[in-house]
């Protein structure tokens, strides 16, 4: 009677010991599940947020000859003041020359927000040299044209549209869209370009005051 008792006691221990441990198995498989859930979803968003990059806002048929990686890339150029932004841009040259010339550098790179409307160097080249190198030469004047193409805060492509008024004192009149936006009739050729401190929109002719 005694060794009955004693196998029934040891079955009963062994059931309940299998028991509790395939309940601790349970519990540790749905815990590993929720964990790798969770560090999935983690990483998804990681990588989402890894995905936006600079160059998602802006617009232009000629964005594509802007590079696609170091200071002069829309990556770079975000993480410079726009003065500092531009002499990094292969379109810029020209513009970074004249800014230099007027003493406009620390003025730009300081300010708070601007949007800036920026000819490329072709624009500039359209200008008989001569005539461009009086310019260059004649600070006064060089100063105007480039605060004309200044505007005080950072404008997205909606709030760009309409009359804005420009450091220089004067008023442009933006026109259009993210499908075709132009200023004072010159075409934005690639826009929204985000820098530490304004919003560039490139252009493909040197607005003159009137």
Known sequence: MKRTALRRTGAGLAALALTVGLAACSSEDDSSAEDTGTSSSTSSETE???EATAGDQVFGPACDAVPTSGAGSFDG??????ATAASNNPLLGT???AVGEAGLVDTLNDAEALTVFAPTDD???????DTLNAVLADKDTLTSILTYHVVGGQLDPEAVVGKQET???????VKGDTDGMTVNGANILC???????????VIDTVLMPS
């Open 48 to 50: 989402t947020e890894t």
């Open 77 to 82: 150029m975000v993480q410079d003041p726009v």
């Open 95 to 97: 513009l970074v020359t």
């Open 123 to 129: 624009a500039f080249g359209a200008i008989p040299e």
């Open 167 to 173: 450091l220089q004192g004067g008023t442009v009149n």
């Open 191 to 201: 826009g929204n370009i985000p820098t530490a401190n304004a919003t560039v929109y």
